[in-house]
């Protein structure tokens, strides 16, 4: 699999377009957790007299998606039309995130607002100088993680039935806020089975609750928790990735490893591991919501076509782009293609 294979060359036309190309084609319904990532930046002064604290003067504060609402925004920037359908809260924060969304072009019809339910909200202070690398010093998180309430899980179910009629593809992106709940699932998962779309989950709970996806993106601590075991080597790695996957009763299960890669099971083949796509740990300036990144590429890729193996590539390589940049980032097409680009690693053939 060489670039040109991947995206189609500005200089001329195939009559097949690239599969990076091809994610401007697709329509993907994001369900899950909506969270406002808040960011207040302040520049370092000095210690407090009364506790021995950083003092920061206040710079700037922004708002940008996170949760489910970030796995949508990176689907938006790499080409695809993104809707997302989940609950806010009646306040600023719900206000701010949507129009976030709102300005990404991301539909937010699907946003219930809930006025009894806080918009969930996780606060990162950053202190940044002059001259001092820029750090995060607390983050604050304002969840209210229980279950929500049934008229509006009915609104959001009325929602997504609606939703799925006009999309080729699901996303269920589960961070346990009280969103993802039995009568969801059962709300949405039969309806996009029956329509042939492609459904993958990202979740931070239990995994078998979504037997029958077409993939789904664990990390290795879910994994482990949903089996009750400790991944330690080699060995213990492929018992995991092959038991989810029969449990699931999925096509595919992706797990990622932050700084020892990814790991691919299907069924009826051998794992597919890689490293991770970055050389030197020095180039990690923020981890957050690399994740979400894998997640929207490696599901926009196997909706576009493209094999499981290409398309965990890709997520792999988008993982290692994104956690160069500070927050909740998102990649373009073109971000994506430089990354390709520059890699270690050699696609799968």
Partial sequence: ??????????????????????????????????????????????????????????????????????????????????????????????????????????????????????????????????QEVQQQVVRIDRIDPSTVDGGIRDRMIDALRSALCHVDSLLISDYENGVISPEVLEGCLPVARRKGLTVTVDAHGDLLRFRGVTAATPNQPEAELTLGVRIMDDADLRDAGEELLRTMDARGVLITRGSEGIALFERDREPYILPISITDDSEVVDPTGAGDTVAAVFTLAIASGAPMRLAAYLGNVAGGEIVRRLGAAALTRQDLAAAMSRTHLAAPA
Avoid at 4 to 21: A, C, I, V
Avoid at 47 to 58: C, G, N, Q, T
């Fill in 1 to 130: 699999m060489t670039q040109s294979d991947l995206e189609t060359p500005p200089s001329h036309s195939q009559s097949e377009p690239g599969l990076l190309d091809r994610f401007a084609d697709r329509k993907v319904l994001v369900l899950g957790d909506m969270v406002a990532d808040e960011y207040v930046m302040g520049r370092p002064a000095r210690i407090s007299r009364e506790a021995p604290v950083l003092i920061l003067h206040f710079a700037e504060s922004f708002v940008r998606p996170g949760g489910a609402t970030n796995t949508a925004y990176n689907i938006s920037t790499l080409g695809a039309a993104a809707q997302v359908v989940g609950v806010i809260g009646d306040d600023e924060m719900g206000r701010r995130l949507r129009n976030a969304l709102d300005g990404a072009g991301i539909s937010t019809a699907g946003m219930v607002v809930d006025p009894g339910r806080p918009t969930s909200t996780k606060t990162r202070v950053i202190a940044k100088g002059t």
